[in-house]
């Protein structure tokens, strides 16, 4: 079950500056960086309850944000809903016809689980599914 907008992501060529302008002229709170290497993607959160916002720049100059960023420069990259059951809801939307990139979820930021719906499937919208870490 979907159960909230989890983030939204911008691709961004620069992720000092960025952060910066995020931090220093939005005012908002940074919760730092992390390298998701199963994404090739350096992530930056910033929380805004009850959503975030999501700085996504490639790990090493390399990955799918480096195609998007030398395509388009920066720009809104996509949006995330927050699952309780990713796999129940991947087969529930696989069911329906979307198409999924990838052969099933992997390791996002924070410990979370995570798959992309092709974006041909969302009328050109690239939306994740993420599940958060349990925590025990
Ligand atoms: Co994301």
Redesign the pocket.
């Given at each position: 079950m979907i159960t909230a907008l989890?983030?939204i992501?911008i691709a961004v060529p620069d992720l000092e500056k960025a952060i910066k302008r995020f931090m220093e002229d939005f005012g908002l709170p940074f919760e730092g960086t992390e390298e998701v290497l199963a994404a090739k993607t350096t992530?930056a959160f910033f929380p805004l309850p009850e959503t975030s916002i999501?700085l996504?720049n490639p790990l090493n100059g390399e990955g799918p944000i480096a195609a998007y960023l030398e395509k388009r420069g920066g720009g809104i990259?996509?949006l995330?809903f927050r699952t309780d059951n990713i796999e129940q809801d991947v087969a529930r939307l696989k069911d329906k016809g979307y198409q999924f990139i990838g052969d099933g979820p992997t390791p996002?930021?924070h410990g979370s689980t995570?798959i992309f719906i092709h974006p041909k499937s969302c009328d050109g919208v690239l939306i994740?599914l993420?599940q958060p870490a349990e925590h025990h």
């Open positions: 989890d983030h992501a992530t999501e996504v990259h996509h995330c996002g930021a995570v994740e993420s």
